[in-house]
């Protein structure tokens, strides 16, 4: 069965560097979601998109931003990277009205150095 | 602010022991609560809980709701060195203000020793 697909799997960047990673939903899948996991910490909502709209923000720092394309498939572009950006980042889809269809990504990992 | 807490943080148990996890939440619009399992990479879906008492069950794992209490339980008996493993409970919230954003708690590491 086809799943969510996250790119890439790891990635290693400097301070005030650039990241964008990807992330290819479920096929049918209406909504995508970002998340972002800390060492140790349990993962903190960053944005959602719903049909390419964005449809919720969570703590999204001003540095990222994200979108959806007409693929359904996200970006999140990181700017100006900071050494706490460092984690994991997944990304889940979800068709609206299946709760239980938060399917997650195997994650980016993120590491600045 | 939504909050889900999660107890205990850690446990470390013996095979064959039976575990409980909890979850408690305060949230401004609850739709489902959620168990998932963390091993190395991306969370693992477990069950999805939203009538209070009805208990659903996967093999050792089962789990309950209970919506006057706002928490869950997770059950794992006859625990096997395979059940070691983060264990996030997340709850979902519905629309029109959030296409079911999750909430996780900060997680239970449970490690089952041989």
């Known amino acids: 069965a086809a799943g969510v697909i996250q790119s890439p799997r790891h990635l290693i960047k400097e301070k005030r560097e650039t990241a964008t990673l990807k992330c290819y939903p479920i096929?049918?899948?209406?909504?995508v979601y970002w998340y972002q996991q800390g060492p140790g910490q349990d993962p903190q909502f960053l944005i959602s998109?719903?049909?390419?709209?964005?449809?919720d923000k969570g703590s999204i720092p001003d540095r990222f931003s994200a979108q959806q394309f007409s693929d359904y498939h996200s970006e999140l572009n990181m700017s100006s990277l900071e050494l706490g950006d460092s984690a994991l980042y997944f990304c889940a889809s979800s068709l609206i009205g299946q709760g239980a269809g938060y399917t997650f990504g195997s994650g980016t990992r993120l590491t600045v150095v | 602010e939504d909050k889900v807490v999660q107890s205990p943080l850690s446990l470390v148990v013996h095979e064959g022991d039976t575990v409980t996890l909890n979850c408690s939440y305060e949230v401004t619009n609850f739709r489902s609560l959620l168990w998932y399992k963390q091993e190395k990479k991306a969370p693992t879906f477990l069950f999805m809980l939203t009538s209070s008492g009805i208990e659903k069950k996967s093999g050792r794992l089962s789990s309950i709701l209970d919506k006057k209490e706002l928490s869950s339980i997770l059950n794992i008996t006859a625990t096997q060195t395979g059940d070691s493993a983060i264990y996030l409970c997340a709850v979902g919230t519905p629309p029109p203000t959030s296409y079911g954003k999750l909430t996780f708690g900060q997680g239970t590491i449970l490690t089952v020793h041989p």
């Open positions: 096929p049918r899948h209406d909504t």
């Open positions: 998109f719903y049909e390419k709209m964005q449809s």
